[in-house]
């Protein structure tokens, strides 16, 4: 199951109808103890760098995905600023990404 990150930014309805679509399993997650249930996450995301940041640190997912991903090994996906979060920060945000 992919886990869709919902942490207030991004396309998540249009991700979620091309998953319904191709029959993909997935659930759209808020809160960051159902992480431990996916194989995989995807970081959507529409905005910019730094208050799209402040909410995935703000709903906790920061912690839980660096424990997922890095940890075990998990896969993650970013779309749009959603991949940004992925790298160690953004030339267009002061804030650290995710690394």
Request: net charge negative; proline share 4%; charged share 20%.
């Given at each position: ?10 396309n ?72 940004h ?15």
């Amino acid at each position: 199951m992919i886990a869709i990150i919902d942490y207030g930014s991004g396309n998540i309805a249009a991700i979620m109808n091309i998953f319904r679509q191709r029959k993909i399993a997935h659930a759209l997650v808020s809160d960051p103890r159902e992480l431990a249930a996916a194989e995989r996450f995807l970081l959507p995301g529409v905005g910019a760098f730094d208050p799209t940041m402040e909410n995935l640190l703000r709903t906790g997912m920061v912690d839980a995905l660096n424990e997922e991903v890095l940890g075990k090994g998990k896969k993650a996906l970013g779309i749009c600023v959603g991949m940004h979060l992925l790298a160690e920060g953004s030339e267009e945000g002061e804030l650290p990404g995710l690394g």
